[in-house]
């Protein structure tokens, strides 16, 4: 998936929201999009999955491949776990019979490592457990792209760490493009890409820094990754003010290449 955004603005605003995002998305990585609050990650993935207009254009992807998954999906809290992706099995269209869909919500309660809680109603469960359950409802429907807006976030460390895990594998078994978006930059290792997105000092969001996380720490000059977000970060938000000076260090390397 190719994004190009050359610019995207609100109608009520002055300011772009996104400026210059030119970025790839290769299937069988998962990618984390991480940065400054208001840096445009929700409007990016709104952009990429066709509930936002903006000035360029996304290409090398099919739009109903996109699984998108919201930081609070709903859930029907009175269904069992299985229930819930049973149905989603079933509006799916995707298994003939009953035989290959009972077969197929076994595989994706098991993948998501939810059997035991698999006949429990959703009110009884964690959050964790939920995000699970609304990751396998997704899963199960096919979809080749996933887009999740934050569904680490209020999970302790282990769960966050177990979910984001549990994906990596799917998408390098399946092929699938995953790009999540989260704050928890802890994780950033498991990752087989980053893309940094930073708010200029005209409120508009650019691209800090698009590769490997092995990188990452070079780039910003830092020796923990959780000081690349201090870097970035205005000074009225506690950071150094440094975004201006690493979308322009990030854009021309990209030109350099
Ligand atoms: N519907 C909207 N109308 C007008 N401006 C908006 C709208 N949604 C977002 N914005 C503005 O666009 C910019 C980017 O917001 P966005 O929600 O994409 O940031 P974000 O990186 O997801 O932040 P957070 O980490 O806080 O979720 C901000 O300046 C925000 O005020
Ligand atoms: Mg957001």
Redesign the pocket.
């Known amino acids: 998936m190719q994004v190009d955004i050359n610019k995207k603005r609100?109608p009520?605003?002055s300011?772009d929201?996104l400026r210059n995002i030119h970025v790839a998305f290769p299937a069988g990585c998962t990618t984390l999009i991480i940065?400054?609050?208001?840096?445009?990650?929700?409007?990016?993935i709104?952009c990429m999955i066709g509930m936002s207009s903006f000035d360029g254009k996304i290409t090398d992807y099919n739009r109903e491949d996109i699984a998108y998954i919201p930081q609070h999906p709903a859930l029907n809290q009175n269904e069992t776990a299985r229930a819930a992706i049973y149905w989603s099995a079933l509006f799916s269209r995707l298994y003939r019979g009953s035989h290959e869909l009972n077969n197929a919500v076994q595989h994706h309660v098991q993948t998501m490592g939810l059997q035991s809680v698999q006949n429990s109603e959703i009110h009884n469960l964690s959050g964790g457990q939920r995000q699970r359950v609304s990751i396998a409802k997704e899963l199960i429907r096919g979809k080749n792209i996933i887009i999740a807006d934050?569904i680490d976030t209020g999970l302790d460390c282990g769960v966050s760490r177990d979910l984001v895990t549990k994906l990596c594998d799917i998408t390098h078994r399946t092929g699938k493009t995953t790009i999540i978006?989260s704050?928890n930059i802890v994780n950033i290792e498991l990752y087989d890409r980053v893309v940094v997105?930073a708010?200029g000092s005209d409120?508009t969001?650019g691209i800090a820094y698009a590769g490997s996380p092995a990188y990452i720490r070079g780039f910003f000059e830092v020796n923990n990754y959780v000081d690349i977000l201090t870097k970035i970060n205005a000074s009225d938000e506690g950071g150094m003010g440094q975004a201006d000076y690493f979308i322009g260090k990030f854009d021309s390397l990209r030109s350099r290449r």
């Open positions: 609100y009520n605003r300011y929201a940065g400054t609050s208001g840096a445009g990650k929700s409007t990016l709104k934050e978006i704050h997105l708010k409120k969001g």
